[in-house]
């Protein structure tokens, strides 16, 4: 006998297909809104402060690292970068945060011979992907988000002034900026320029103040660190400590790498194409 289309084995076989290809939410586990907590620039204090306490609490977070080494065809890099390697196998993102950390140079007072105002899309490029090879190499991953180095998207001056988030796009799956929100709407961000939050200096309950926010409005909220308790833009590590016992405590709120929810995100919105809504195409 055929099996048909009101065949109650059938009927619940649809169902449940319908539902693995249909993502109501862009977070799961009913949660309101995620948060990522993302460190850059691979500082040691974070190997040392930041990961055994976010590992305590079963956080997982996103560093971006410049993997740099004293010569660049040696293997000098490797031996520096190892370290990193078992971050990545505790289920934390290691980001790519380019090779050497090109920036502009109106930092600073002197005129510089290599900056992004110097730079080419194919140098930025090449710098990126020499990064990316090396990740790749420590980490066995190829997938992974990116971080603009001094939150800066683009090379060259006045006229010749040029974007490098479409370079970025190609190669990556999200890549981390600032902007005029600490954080991101699920439906209406730009993946590959998301907004964040400078986090260096505030104190605990700040932190914690700027999550609940976001969450009261269903966003994305990504966090910016750099040292604990050390470097040019730092949090202390008791405010950091604070942020995360109220992460983990937490089961509204979703705490996951950039990564993992820019791939969510990504698929909730391949599903609403997929299922317009009723009465519209
Ligand atoms: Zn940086």
């Not at 370079?167 to 990556?172: E, G, N, Q, V």
């Not at 040292?227 to 950091?240: C, T, W, Y």
């Amino acid at each position: 006998m055929a099996i048909g289309r009101n065949n109650p084995v059938s009927v619940l076989k649809e169902a449940t297909t319908r539902m693995e290809e249909r993502i109501e939410t862009p977070y799961p586990f009913g949660c309101n809104g995620a948060v990522s907590l993302t460190f850059d620039d691979g500082l040691r204090s974070q190997l040392e402060l930041a990961i055994p306490l976010l590992n305590d609490r079963g956080l997982r977070a996103t560093f971006y690292l410049n993997p740099r080494g004293k010569d660049p065809k040696s293997e000098d890099w490797f031996q520096r970068w190892i370290g990193w390697r078992e971050v990545a196998e505790q289920g934390h993102e290691l980001g790519n945060h380019s090779l050497t950390h090109p920036c502009s140079q109106a930092f600073g007072s002197k005129i510089l011979e290599r900056c992004l105002e110097t730079m080419t899309l194919e140098e930025i490029e090449a710098d990126v992907l020499e990064a990316e090879k090396r990740l790749r190499l420590l980490t066995g991953n190829p997938e992974r988000s990116f971080a603009y180095p001094c939150y800066q998207d683009f090379v060259g001056v006045g006229e010749k002034r040029q974007s490098y988030v479409p370079i970025i796009a190609r190669h990556f799956v999200a890549a981390r900026g600032t902007g005029e929100y600490p954080d991101n709407h699920p439906l209406t961000c730009d993946l590959h320029y998301l907004w964040s939050l400078k986090a260096e200096f505030l104190r605990g309950a700040e932190l914690i103040g700027w999550v609940e926010w976001s969450m009261r409005r269903g966003r994305w909220i990504i966090l910016t660190f750099h040292g604990v308790d050390e470097g040019h833009a730092p949090v202390s590590r008791i405010a950091l400590q604070e942020l995360c016992d109220f992460l983990a405590q937490s089961r509204e709120i979703w705490t996951a790498p950039v990564v993992t929810v820019a791939k969510r995100i990504r698929q909730w919105r391949q599903s609403k194409v997929s299922h317009p809504p009723k009465g519209g195409e």
